[in-house]
């Protein structure tokens, strides 16, 4: 069996407890660095259009495919490139430089639909080429430059300062003319 502690060894311990305490207590006192967290960053995926980079905010993207089984769809305007059928949704897909009156590109099954939601509005917009998710501080956001004539100006956050356009989706998907007024009888 064990011995049991003399009162010294008793005394001993406790000292040697308190020692440890302390000592702890200084190291837990001390402030901590903090881990800096940015709130005023801009989540968005970039993507290329006749070798111009644009980006939407991740939070409007539902999903990104690639450009294939397009339905083309008569007398609508040139930059409705047609509709697709998404688990069993059917979506519009436009060419955005036609949506702004700048001259569009061919598309073939290389493109991809970067497919866009708020609320109950869905819709498709092409892309050459997704080049990725990137974080953006917003006070880089430059607004919209002067320069910037006719309808494409009001449908952008901004320009970053390496030169990439930020769509404005919500501004996009409420523009009168992507609303169907006319029904057509058979």
């Not at 998404?86 to 897909?93: E, P, Y």
Request: hydrophobic share 40%; net charge neutral.
């Amino acid at each position: 069996m064990d011995k049991p502690f003399t009162r010294a060894e008793q005394e001993n311990l406790q000292a040697m407890k308190k020692a440890v305490l302390k000592a702890r207590a200084r190291v837990l006192a001390k402030p901590h660095k903090r881990l800096e967290i940015k709130t005023d960053l801009l989540e968005v995926v970039e993507f290329v259009l006749s070798g111009e980079k644009y980006s939407v905010r991740t939070t409007d993207i539902r999903e990104v495919h690639y450009l294939k089984n397009v339905t083309r769809i008569p007398s609508t305007p040139d930059f409705v490139v047609g509709v697709i059928s998404l688990r069993g949704q059917i979506i519009v897909v436009i060419d955005i430089l036609r949506f702004f009156e700048l001259p569009g590109s061919e598309f073939s099954v290389f493109n991809k639909v970067i497919i866009v939601e708020k609320g109950d509005i869905v819709l498709g917009i092409i892309a050459d080429e997704v080049t990725g998710v990137r974080q953006i501080e917003q006070s880089t956001i430059q607004p919209s430059l002067s320069s910037l004539a006719g309808k494409r100006a009001r449908f952008l956050r901004g320009i970053t300062t390496d030169g990439v356009t930020i769509l404005d989706v919500e501004k996009v998907l409420k523009d009168k003319d992507l609303l169907v007024t006319e029904h057509v009888e058979d």
